[in-house]
């Protein structure tokens, strides 16, 4: 997706396809797993990292694509916020903490993450500035919903160890 998006230019209808593939396997991954009740511990590890792979290529394309310094920046507060949640998310597990296990305001954290995309890839295929300016407001939603999950995920585990 990233080489298509940076690299090979005018192939951005297949970018976009690539992306829906990828945002929406994830999605029907998830939906089937909890509702065939086949999820696993390996599943609920593997699939925020498949998260944060998509993420993390989809910030670094988008930065480089518009040479912004926005999506640059608001790309790092992301994707710190991911790192360091899953550092907690490592550390509760090895100490037997479940504080930080995914919730809904996590899911629609990634799925507004995902849609900005969604936003950016019209916009270019369109060739519509309005249409990026749309995609950098729900960039700016989607940091303040990630930064949210993660503060929540922090508090809970400050919160976790101070009673202990």
Do not use: C
């Amino acid at each position: 997706i990233i080489f298509l998006l940076i690299v090979a230019e005018n192939n951005h209808l297949i970018t976009l396809f690539l992306f829906i593939l990828a945002a929406l396997s994830d999605f029907w991954d998830g939906y089937l797993a909890r509702k065939y009740k086949f999820e696993t511990v390996f599943g609920e590890i593997l699939d925020p990292i498949a998260d944060k792979i998509l993420l993390a290529f989809m910030l670094l394309g988008f930065t480089v694509y518009f040479n912004s310094i926005y999506i640059g920046f608001f790309g790092g507060i992301i994707l710190s916020r991911e790192f360091l949640i899953s550092a907690l998310r490592d550390y509760n597990s090895k100490n037997d903490i479940n504080v930080t296990k995914v919730t809904f305001l996590a899911k629609i954290k990634t799925s507004v993450q995902f849609f900005t995309f969604l936003i950016y890839l019209l916009g270019i295929i369109f060739d519509n500035g309005l249409i990026i300016l749309i995609g950098n407001l729900f960039l700016l939603i989607a940091l303040i919903i990630t930064l949210q999950t993660g503060i929540k995920y922090t508090v809970n585990t400050i919160n976790f160890m101070n009673k202990t």
